[in-house]
């Protein structure tokens, strides 16, 4: 029989990814998502492109009914939690929204865990929890920083919850994943980012311009202390990330308690550096002007891997051509959506 997983969030993003890489594997997957972000079209898609079929279920992390029922009808072998919400600027205005999502939910999944004996958990933080890092490649040993937002502080929360599970019960077996930027789609196009209104991001951004459906780039500083003085970040493509959940669980398997690595490709490349990229890959010319800098970023944040590639087996392998490439493919198969 094959192993089951519980994917949180699998109707979005990065969860849908990882729900392909997971049914290609071999697994057997349980998507649990309320759709604030996600949707049944995504699903769907994940079940063509892995032509193999997967129970879906519209429900919350913070529903406990909801949560047993999964739990008692599924014999779970683990689960991988993306449900949370991500936007850096809502998290500002609406932090409690924030806390109660993406802190209590998790609590409330892990307390549904304990209870159903399920106790391997994959769990989606971010670069973000090293705040301004104070050098760069940054490594798991870096301290994490003072953060600038309620979603950076309820995900370095949420990692101390688990730090706190790992210490009182010795039977999980837990990995903090910490992404640095996901970016591109899957190659066939039939999945990828797709956010409500205008894009937060910079990759999502940049297509939206290519595709003409806004008409110019902010471009959030250019005076800050990098090579060509804009801000530099360690953009990893979604295909690679979804690959390293999978080496992630192989390897907490073998080994109980909790442990903690950076998922990203080792390189930093600047915003102009991005737009040039993706003007190659898309064959279009990106409207652009240099802004003052956005509050809270920081000038450069990418990775020390080495970690997980000792520990996991794992290497993001694709490169930021091929994240162009993908993300441009995926976004002149979207409509808009505001
Ligand atoms: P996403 O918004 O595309 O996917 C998250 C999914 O979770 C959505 O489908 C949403 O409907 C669902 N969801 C949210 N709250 C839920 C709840 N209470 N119950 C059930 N479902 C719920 O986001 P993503 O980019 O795929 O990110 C996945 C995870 O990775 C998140 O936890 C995010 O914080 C983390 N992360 C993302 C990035 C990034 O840049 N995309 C970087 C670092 C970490
Ligand atoms: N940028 C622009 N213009 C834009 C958007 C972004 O110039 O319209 C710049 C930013 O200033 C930054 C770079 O592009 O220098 C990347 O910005 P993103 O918003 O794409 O990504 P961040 O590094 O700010 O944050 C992302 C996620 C966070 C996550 C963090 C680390 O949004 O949730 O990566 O994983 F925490």
Redesign the pocket.
Same mark, same amino acid.
């Given at each position: 029989m094959n192993k089951k997983v519980l994917i949180?969030?699998g109707? *979005?993003? @990065?969860?849908s990814h990882a729900a392909v890489t997971f049914l290609e594997a071999g697994y057997d997957v349980v998507i649990?998502?309320? /759709?604030?972000?996600?949707s049944a079209d995504t699903v769907r898609r994940v079940e063509d492109i892995s032509k193999r079929g997967l129970r879906l279920i519209e *429900?919350? @992390?913070?529903d406990k009914s909801c949560l047993h029922q999964i739990f008692s009808e599924n014999e779970v072998y683990a689960v991988l939690h /993306?449900?949370?919400?991500?936007s850096v600027a809502e998290s500002v205005s609406d932090p409690l929204r924030y806390y109660e999502?993406?802190v209590a939910?998790t609590v409330f999944l892990c307390e549904a865990m304990e209870e159903a004996n399920v106790r391997r958990l994959v769990f989606?933080?971010?670069?973000?929890v090293y705040g301004d890092p104070v050098e760069n490649p940054v490594s798991e040993r870096c301290l994490t920083g003072k953060l600038s937002s309620p979603y950076g502080r309820s995900?370095s929360m949420v990692e101390e919850v688990l730090q706190d599970i790992a210490a009182a019960k010795p039977a999980w077996h837990i990995a903090i994943l910490r992404?640095f930027?996901?970016a591109g789609a899957h190659p066939s196009g039939l999945i990828g980012?797709s956010p409500n209104g205008p894009p937060n991001?910079l990759i999502p951004y940049i297509s939206q311009v290519a595709a003409g459906w806004r008409d110019v780039l902010r471009v959030f500083g250019d005076d800050y202390p990098t090579p060509d003085g804009t801000g530099v970040r360690d953009y990893i493509h979604v295909q690679d990330l979804a690959e390293g959940h999978l080496s992630a669980l192989e390897a907490i398997n073998k080994r109980a308690g909790l442990h903690i690595w950076n998922l990203g490709t080792g390189r930093g490349y600047s915003v102009l550096e991005v737009i040039r990229a993706f003007e190659i890959a898309s064959g279009r010319s990106i409207n652009f002007e240099i802004e003052r800098r956005r509050l809270g970023d920081v000038a450069e944040c990418w990775a020390d891997p080495t970690k997980a590639q000792m520990e996991l087996n794992w290497k993001a392998n694709r490169s930021l051509t091929e994240m162009m490439t993908d993300a441009w493919r995926w976004q002149k198969n979207s409509l808009p959506s505001a």
């Open positions: 949180t969030g109707a *979005g993003y @990065i969860g649990l998502d309320n /759709f604030s972000n996600g *429900g919350d @992390i913070r /993306f449900a949370g919400l991500k999502n993406n939910g989606s933080s971010s670069a973000t995900k992404y930027n996901p980012e991001n």
